[in-house]
């Protein structure tokens, strides 16, 4: 996906640009790499820093803002996992917050200033702008997925699900399953895209009226990155919920029942009474 967008015979914004590199056939965008793997980074130096926060003066210890934040965001996810599951998973809530954050730090990445001169570009450009990390988030996700509904409702009872309400919906309920990666990949990468387009033009205003713009666009930027985050986040933990759906009801009344059949009858207190006879005073 390269191109050229003429704006005027002196200046130009390159579409979709890598930096590449190739090895035994294959091209690697060079920058998308480094950029993943920073955003990566700072997952798991936040992560650090949290429980660090966690665990230091236990008895007497006052919540810090990042330790708020990371609370803030885990306990929303967990929520949402235990409305859509039934409970915490113990998989699925570490996935969706893992993906929330590392997609936020790259999101946001693209406001960072990197951009040295023209010809260079943007040395820690926003990794989500390429679609080939979101194909593999999405590729992540799904597979995860399918491996969790095969496990909740075995592998006949999961592939027996793309026939119902009605055997003739099969083809439409595969074709569902299919694309369900492909829309979630290019939601994200289409929002993210058009935001680096934003800012490229808005960097070529003249700098006496460039300030205004620029900061208003990159609060509204960091605003939808914060969005699109949470909204693959959420749909992943739906995702999950859809594949296992009917199990947990399933489970919940064999539980009861298993309950019931081990249920004690309480003594009738009221036959009780009427048998032991008052004492006479």
């Known amino acids: ?13 390159e579409i979709g640009h890598h930096v590449t590199r190739e090895w035994m056939g294959m091209t690697f965008n060079i920058d998308t790499i480094i950029s993943t793997l920073v955003a990566a980074g700072l997952v798991l130096l936040l992560a650090i820093l949290a429980v660090r ?49 590392f997609i936020l730090f790259a999101n946001w990445l693209e406001l960072v200033p990197s951009e040295l001169n023209h010809e260079t570009g943007h040395l820690l450009p926003a990794p989500t702008a390429d679609v080939n990390l979101t194909y593999a988030l999405a590729a992540i996700t799904i597979v995860s997925v399918w491996v969790y509904g095969m496990k909740q409702q075995g592998v006949k009872g999961y592939f027996k699900h793309f026939a119902e309400p009605f055997p003739v919906l099969t083809p439409l309920n595969i074709l569902e399953e299919i694309t369900k990666p492909i829309t979630l990949a290019l939601r ?4 993210i895209f058009a935001g680096g ?65 081990h249920e004690e009858p309480e003594p009738d207190r009221a036959s009780d009474e009427e048998k032991t006879p008052a004492l006479a005073h």
């Not at 994200?188 to 929002?191: A, D």
């Open 188 to 191: 994200l990468f289409g929002n």
């Open 197 to 261: 387009i934003m800012l490229s033009l808005i960097g070529l205003i003249p700098i006496f009226a460039f300030w205004a713009p620029n900061l208003l666009w990159k609060a509204f930027d960091m605003f939808i990155g914060a969005i699109q985050a949470f909204i693959f986040a959420l749909l992943t933990v739906l995702y999950f919920a859809m594949a296992g759906a009917g199990h947990g009801d399933h489970e919940e009344e064999h539980d009861e029942e298993h309950e019931e059949e």
């Open 1 to 13: 996906m390269t191109g050229l967008l003429p704006l005027s015979e002196e200046s130009t914004i």
């Open 53 to 101: 926060a966690l665990t230091r003066d236990p008895d007497n210890h006052v919540p810090t803002k990042l330790q708020l934040i990371w609370e803030a965001v885990v306990g929303e996810v967990n929520t949402q996992v235990e409305d859509n599951l039934g409970k915490v998973h113990p998989y699925v809530a570490p996935l969706a917050v893992s993906l929330f954050f």
